[in-house]
């Protein structure tokens, strides 16, 4: 009843996923991967106040099929997304100071994401739809986080924590125009004669006639 109040009809997944096949095996088979997430730390005591560490861990996320839109795609996988991993390598030392009256802790951590489960406005060419469900290939996090705590006094005590962080895409195939793409591309595209920057990644444009 919401659909057909903007004018769509209500999808029949039960029909549809009864009757199609996906490389010999009906869709309607569910998605149950298995994960095995492991978390290993190494900590070495250099005394009594102080130690180092490193840790790997590894995490996934099941994939999906993202049912958002009103109408079902004539290809049933375009509505899947896939599994999501993440790796993480971290070395980091903690430790107290000034016979404990100061504890301080620091890490350098890197994050590894592949097939990055995303939400993103869907393309023009999707009028049934405005979001979708989608991995965004692999991106990096990296960077520094610290704490220093100190009882300044019997009931004083100052904090100081914070983080110096950067995120990449590394990989992300199909992702829409970032600002300085899409003038590019939109230039180019009713400027013939201009040639876009070589570290200008191209943009796929779906432009309007009226513009």
């Known amino acids: 009843n919401?659909?057909?109040?903007?004018?769509?009809?209500?999808?029949?997944y039960a029909s549809r996923l009864t009757s199609e096949v996906d490389d010999g095996a009906p869709l309607t088979e569910k998605i149950s991967p298995s994960f095995l997430d492991p978390t290993i730390t190494l900590r070495y005591r250099v005394n009594?106040?102080?130690s180092l560490y490193a840790r790997f861990a590894e995490?996934?996320?099941?994939?999906g099929y993202d049912t958002g839109q009103t109408t079902i795609?004539?290809?049933?996988?375009?509505?899947?997304?896939?599994n999501e991993l993440g790796r993480t390598y971290e070395l980091g030392a903690k430790g107290n100071l000034w016979d404990g009256r100061a504890r301080y802790d620091v890490s350098l951590f890197r994050?590894?994401?592949i097939d990055l489960q995303l939400s993103g406005l869907a393309p023009q060419?999707?009028?049934?739809?405005?979001?979708?469900s989608l991995n965004a290939g692999k991106q990096r996090v990296q960077g520094l986080e610290f704490g220093f705590t100190v009882a300044a006094t019997d009931r004083l005590t100052v904090g100081l924590q914070g983080a110096f962080m950067d995120g990449k895409m590394t990989d992300f195939a199909g992702s829409t125009c970032n600002n300085t793409e899409l003038y590019s591309a939109l230039r180019e595209y009713y400027d013939p004669s201009y040639t876009p920057r070589s570290d200008i990644l191209p943009c796929t444009l779906f432009v309007d006639?009226?513009?």
């Open 59 to 63: 995490a996934a996320k099941a994939a």
């Open 209 to 211: 006639a009226t513009l």
């Open 111 to 113: 994050t590894d994401f």
């Open 73 to 82: 795609p004539a290809n049933l996988d375009e509505m899947r997304f896939e």
């Open 2 to 12: 919401l659909a057909s109040a903007v004018g769509q009809s209500q999808p029949d």
């Open 125 to 132: 060419f999707l009028d049934n739809q405005t979001s979708v």
């Open 48 to 50: 009594d106040d102080h």
